[in-house]
C-alpha cells in the first residue's frame, strides 16, 4: 500500500512513546532525587530510491525517508532543587555523587538521601535498603549525629563511618531502576559533591518545559495523524473513483 | 492502550496521598504534642524496549537504552519528630520533654503506648492521667492531702502537703533507636513496632533521653507556611498530572478518528 501512511504511523508511535516518557516526568514532578528522562527520536536509515531496468544510464532519484523512532531515552543529571526538611537522616549531595545502598540484587546508587534508622540501628532507605558507607552497611549511633560534606558521621565528636558517595565517568551508563535507584556498571569513584544534611534533593522535572514538549508532542502527533488521513483520501480516490467500472 | 494515561494517572493518585497527609498537618496544627508527616514518593518500574548495552555491531554497542517509566507510587508516610514550641500554661500538670523521649502510657488493655502530649490530669483515685483517662507508667498517685507537686528536670515527683514535701515517684521516659518506625494510633498515642525496635527505659536526662519541663506543654511541630507551600505543590502536580492524561486521551482521539 503506500508508504506514507505507514512513515505518519511510525510518528505517531514514536510520540505516543514521547508522550510516555512526559507523563512519567510529571508523575514524578514530587518525587526526591528523581531525573527526569527525554526520549530522543531519529529517523529510519533512508531507502535509496532509483530506477532500474532503464538501461545503462539508469538516473538516481534519491532516497526517501521512511519515518521516525526513540532511539533512547536519556536521563538527565542535573541537579534538583534543595529542600530543607530539618530532619537528621536526610541528606542531599551538592554536585555530583550517588549514594551506595545494599539491596538484595546488589549495589545500587541513589540521589535521594531520605534515610532512616532501622531497628537494628542501620541506615536504611524507605525500602529499608542498607545505606553502604566506606567499611560496608553503616551503624547509626543512637541520638543526634552530624554529617560533614565528604560524608564523614560523627556523633559528639566520635566518629562513625563515612557514607560512601560515587561518582561515575560516564553518568549515560547508569540504568534506571525504579524505587528512586539507578544501576551502574561499576562501583565509581570517589565524589566530588558534598554531602549536606537535613536537606533533600527535589526532582528535576521542570513543569513548564515538560507541559511545552507535551504540547509540542500532541501537535506532532495531530500533524502526523492527518498525513495518514490525507493519503487514505489518495487511496479512496484511487479505488473508488480511478478505478470505477 | 497509551501508558501516559497510567502513568499520569499514578501521579494524580499520589499528589492526593501528599494533600492527605497535608491536611492532616494543618488539622493538627494545634494539637499537643502532634509530630508532623511527610509523604516520600519513589518512581515506579521501567519498561526497557532497548537495552543501554546492546551490541549493535561486531565492537560497538548501545551507550543508552529506551526506557519508559510507569510513574510514581508513595513509599512510606515518615513522621518528623523534631521538637516542637513550648507553651507556658502555669499548670502544674503539664509536662514537655525538652529533646528525645516519650511519656509511657497504660493502655486500658495492659499494653503500653507512648506520646508526647505531656498534658496529665488527677482521676479520681489521684492518679496521673492523660485526658483519656489512661495512667502514666510507671504509676504516679498524689495524695489526696498535697496542695500541689513539683516535677524536678531528671523526672522527681515531690507532692507539697501541710507537713512538708514527699517524693511520691519517678517519671521515666522510653526512646526509641528509629522513633519513624513507631505506629501512631491516634489520639497522640504511638505503638512500637518492630520497625522501631524496643524501647529504652531512663530517667530523664540520662543516656540521651531529653528532659522534663513542668507547667510548659510542647505544640505540635507543624509549619503552616511549609504546609501552606507543600499543599501550593502538591496541587500544581496534580494539575499537571491531568493535564497529561487530557493529552493522552486527545491522542487517543486522534487515533480513533483515523478510521472514517
Known amino acids: 500500500m503506500i508508504r506514507g501512511i505507514y512513515t505518519a504511523a511510525s510518528g505517531m508511535l514514536a510520540e505516543t512513546t514521547r508522550t510516555d516518557t512526559i507523563a512519567n516526568n510529571l508523575a514524578n514532578a514530587n518525587t526526591t532525587g528523581y531525573k527526569k528522562d527525554i526520549a530522543v527520536s531519529k529517523d529510519f536509515a533512508s531507502l535509496l530510491i532509483r530506477r532500474i531496468n532503464d538501461g545503462q544510464d539508469a538516473p538516481v532519484i534519491g532516497t526517501l525517508g521512511i519515518g521516525a523512532m526513540i532511539d533512547q531515552v536519556a536521563t538527565i543529571q542535573t541537579a534538583g532543587g534543595m529542600r530543607p526538611t530539618g530532619s537528621s537522616l536526610d541528606f542531599a549531595v551538592d554536585g555530583k555523587g550517588f549514594f551506595a545502598i545494599e539491596t538484595p540484587a546488589g549495589v545500587r546508587f541513589t540521589r535521594n538521601g531520605a534515610f532512616t534508622r532501622s531497628a537494628q540501628g542501620e541506615l536504611v532507605t524507605h525500602e529499608g535498603y542498607r545505606v553502604l558507607g566506606q567499611n560496608g552497611p553503616l551503624r547509626i549511633p543512637d541520638g543526634k549525629i552530624s554529617v560533614d560534606g565528604s560524608g564523614r558521621i560523627t556523633n559528639g565528636g566520635i566518629a562513625a563511618g563515612q557514607l560512601r558517595v560515587v561518582e561515575f565517568a560516564d553518568e549515560r551508563q547508569l540504568v534506571k531502576e525504579g524505587d528512586s535507584l539507578f544501576r551502574a556498571p561499576g562501583n565509581g569513584r570517589p565524589a566530588s559533591g558534598n554531602v549536606v544534611q537535613g536537606f533533600l534533593e527535589q526532582s528535576n522535572v521542570n513543569v513548564v518545559s515538560e507541559m511545552v514538549n507535551l504540547i509540542a508532542g500532541y501537535r506532532a502527533y495531530e500533524v502526523n495523524a492527518k498525513t495518514v488521513q490525507a493519503h487514505d483520501q489518495l487511496l479512496d480516490k484511487a479505488v473508488n473513483e480511478v478505478g470505477k467500472v | ?260
Open chain 2, 1 to 260: 492502550m497509551i501508558r501516559a494515561l497510567w502513568t499520569a494517572g499514578t501521579g494524580m493518585v499520589a499528589q492526593q496521598a501528599n494533600l492527605d497527609m497535608i491536611s492532616n498537618n494543618l488539622a493538627n496544627v494545634n494539637t499537643t504534642g502532634f509530630k508532623k508527616s511527610r509523604v516520600e514518593f519513589q518512581d515506579l518500574m521501567y519498561q526497557t524496549l532497548r537495552q543501554a548495552g546492546a551490541a549493535t555491531g561486531p565492537d560497538t554497542q548501545l551507550p543508552s537504552g529506551v526506557q519508559v517509566g510507569h510513574g510514581v507510587r508513595e513509599v512510606a508516610t515518615q513522621k518528623l519528630y523534631t521538637q516542637g514550641n513550648f507553651q507556658n500554661t502555669g499548670n502544674d500538670f503539664d509536662l514537655a520533654i525538652e529533646g528525645d523521649g516519650f511519656f509511657q502510657i497504660t493502655m486500658p488493655d495492659g499494653t503500653l503506648a507512648y506520646t508526647r502530649d505531656g498534658s496529665f490530669k488527677k482521676d479520681s483515685q489521684g492518679r496521673m492521667v492523660t485526658a483519656e483517662g489512661y495512667p502514666l507508667e510507671p504509676a504516679i498517685t498524689i495524695p489526696e492531702n498535697a496542695t500541689g507537686i513539683t516535677v524536678s528536670s531528671d523526672g522527681l515527683v515531690t507532692a507539697t502537703l501541710s507537713t512538708g514535701t514527699q517524693d511520691i515517684g519517678q517519671i521515666t521516659i522510653a526512646r526509641f533507636v528509629n522513633p519513624a518506625g513507631l505506629e501512631s494510633i491516634g489520639r497522640n498515642l504511638v505503638k512500637e513496632t518492630a520497625a522501631s525496635g524496643a524501647p529504652t527505659v531512663g530517667n530523664p536526662g540520662t543516656d540521651g533521653a531529653g528532659t522534663l519541663v513542668q507547667q510548659y506543654l510542647e505544640m505540635s511541630n507543624v509549619q503552616v507556611v511549609e504546609e501552606m507551600v507543600n499543599m501550593i505543590v502538591a496541587q500544581r502536580a496534580y494539575e499537571v498530572n491531568s493535564k497529561a492524561i487530557q493529552t493522552a486521551d486527545d491522542m487517543l482521539g486522534q487515533a480513533a478518528s483515523l478510521k472514517r
